[in-house]
């Protein structure tokens, strides 16, 4: 859990300094991904999870970026933490859901498949917030009428 406290702070510091480019946030996402893969628990991930939680605030502009391979890699990544920590990811899950409900929607087919990916998985072994889901979906389709009812 040591490893995985210090590799969280690494990244937070990576994803925080604006000097920081793509290719280092994703190798930085990809290190904090291994180190949840060498953790050993009996007990669950829900402490590793909590650890995690202190950098979605960081992750989140990762996966709004422009840039489709940075998107594409931190979903893999993601991808790799979800498989390991299974249901104790909801809480993360919730705290990224707009942005991955977001690039699943996507009109960039880079973008939307690897959100889409994410979610399917994230929905097939993590419990998030059926509430939450069901608001975001509500306010991307009336930010859509809107849209629509402007053009006319």
Not at 17 to 29: A, K
Not at 57 to 70: A, G, H, N, V
């Amino acid at each position: 859990m040591e490893r995985l406290a210090e590799q969280v702070q690494a990244t937070q510091k990576v994803l925080r300094s604006s000097e920081s480019d793509w290719s280092t946030c994703s190798s930085s996402i990809a290190d904090l991904a291994e180190a949840i893969e060498s953790l050993e628990t009996v007990e669950g991930y829900s402490n590793a999870v909590q650890v995690l939680l202190g950098l979605s605030k960081e992750i989140e502009p990762q996966l709004t970026s422009i840039r489709s391979k940075l998107v594409k890699d931190v979903c893999d990544h993601l991808l790799r933490i979800v498989a390991v920590t299974g249901r104790d990811f909801g809480k993360m899950a919730n705290a990224l859901l707009p942005q991955i409900v977001g690039m699943s929607r996507n009109a960039s087919a880079a973008i939307r498949q690897p959100g889409a990916k994410l979610l399917s998985k994230l929905s097939e072994l993590v419990r998030y917030d059926l509430t939450l889901l069901k608001k975001i979906y509500m306010q991307s389709v009336q930010g859509a009428d809107v849209c629509i009812f402007s053009l006319f």
